[in-house]
T-cell receptor, first 114, second 109 residues
Framework: NAGVTQTPKFRVLKTGQSMTLLCAQD?????MYWYRQDPGMGLRLIHY???????AKGEVPDGYNVSRLKKQNFLLGLESAAPSQTSVYFC?????????????FGSGTRLTVV | KQEVTQIPAALSVPEGENLVLNCSFT??????LQWFRQDPGKGLTSLLL?????REQTSGRLNASLDKSSGRSTLYIAASQPGDSATYLC????????FGTGTRLQVFP
């Protein structure tokens, strides 16, 4: 049981390049989330999904797109990376009844945009 | 909009002390509240999950209390150890987890 797996773990991009971060969970969770963590800002929700084929905006969605084509995977895309997107990105997942079971987090992706 | 405040922002204590970490939140309509630990450069590890109907939850040397009506939660760490050094985050759940900026704890021998 791997839990929540994020790939890659580290990446350096040049301004304007694109990339996709992958989050995979093997717990049959319905809900999945993408957060970014910046010094002094805490974790902020970018986008989330309440089920296969659904996505919704969080607090800081601009500059990102997401897709949930399969229940176990949640992809975060940067179409044209900017230095302001330098951050650590965390994926999380939960059952739809997150009221009872809480959230599980991945180990993060450290992204630097130069 | 949920806002979460954690006090103190940083704490440095000698080994063996009993600690209190505070978390306050503005929207009391929560389903539950989760406390996490984050080591430098690492992900989040769930420590305790308190349901809105509960007053407290315990795991080993950790005890978390919840006063939903006043928008407060407290994490107690008994007999602190150097291995407890980390950042502690609280996150009330109102459909989405909203995080505070955490308390950075250092326990020295």
């Amino acid at each position: 049981n791997a839990g929540v797996t994020q790939t890659p773990k580290f990446r350096v991009l040049k301004t304007g390049q694109s990339m996709t971060l992958l989050c995979a969970q093997d717990m049959n969770h319905e809900y999945m989330y993408w957060y970014r963590q910046d010094p002094g800002m805490g974790l902020r929700l970018i986008h989330y999904s309440v089920g296969e084929g659904t996505t919704a905006k969080g607090e800081v969605p601009d500059g990102y797109n997401v897709s949930r084509l399969k229940k176990q995977n949640f992809l975060l895309g940067l179409e044209s990376a900017a230095p302001s997107q330098t951050s650590v990105y965390f994926c999380a997942s939960s059952y739809s009844i997150a009221k009872i079971y809480g959230y599980t987090f991945g180990s993060g992706t450290r992204l630097t945009v130069v | 909009k949920q806002e979460v405040t954690q006090i103190p922002a940083a704490l440095s204590v000698p080994e063996g002390e009993n600690l209190v970490l505070n978390c306050s939140f503005t929207d009391s309509a929560i389903y539950n509240l989760q406390w996490f630990r984050q080591d430098p450069g690492k992900g989040l590890t769930s420590l305790l999950l308190i349901q809105s109907s509960q007053r407290e939850q315990t795991s080993g040397r950790l005890n978390a209390s919840l006063d939903k009506s006043s928008g407060r939660s407290t994490l107690y760490i008994a007999a602190s150890q150097p291995g407890d050094s980390a950042t502690y985050l609280c996150a009330p759940n109102t459909d989405k987890l909203i995080f505070g900026t955490g308390t950075r704890l250092q326990v020295f021998p």
